[in-house]
């Protein structure tokens, strides 16, 4: 299992910076959230600061909180990430950052931004553990209709969630949604 951080409950935003500053040991940026960065320029970037910005020549991410990936990242990816928090909706963000962060998510093109159409074919909820998805599964599903009582009393629960948990990806929900996990369908 993977584990998601509470840091993935906010609207994704960046630290957009001058990278030619930043390499002469100078911090010249400011943070915005990922669906502003996309028009941000040099000259926005350095107003204010009291440096001059005619030698820079790249903005770059240096930082970031609330996107799932680990590492610095250019301004467009960070525009991609800015629409996949709007379109997957803030209600939705922490359990697309879990599935990021668990390594089996499907990407959009190149890079790490996640197929929304694949998240929610895939998303199966959030539950307080996967038992009980499994059997609310078993439930609804109809899996022992027409059994007779005593197959249903012995039916092997532990074993039967085990095996079915192979066909799934279950990531710990962050400790701000209280408990539980998130379950994903592997396709």
Known sequence: MST?????????????????????????????????????????????????????EEVWVLDHEFVPVEGEFGPLEAAQWGRCYEE?????????CAWVRSGMHVVEGTGDIPSL????????????????????????????????EEAVRYFDWASWTRDLAFDFTVVDAPAVEGYGVYVFRNL
């Open 4 to 56: 998601a951080t509470p840091t993935d409950t906010g609207a994704p935003r960046v630290w957009l910076g001058c990278l030619g500053c930043y390499n002469d040991g100078a911090l010249v940026g400011r943070w915005l959230d990922c669906t502003d960065v996309e028009d941000v320029t040099l000259a926005d970037l350095h107003a204010g600061s009291g440096r001059p910005y005619a030698a820079c």
């Open 88 to 96: 997957a909706g803030s209600d939705r963000w922490t359990a697309v």
């Open 117 to 148: 159409g694949d998240f929610e074919e895939r998303y199966c909820g959030h539950w307080e553990g996967f038992r009980e998805y499994a059997e609310q599964l078993a439930d609804g599903t109809g899996m022992m209709t027409g059994w007779p």
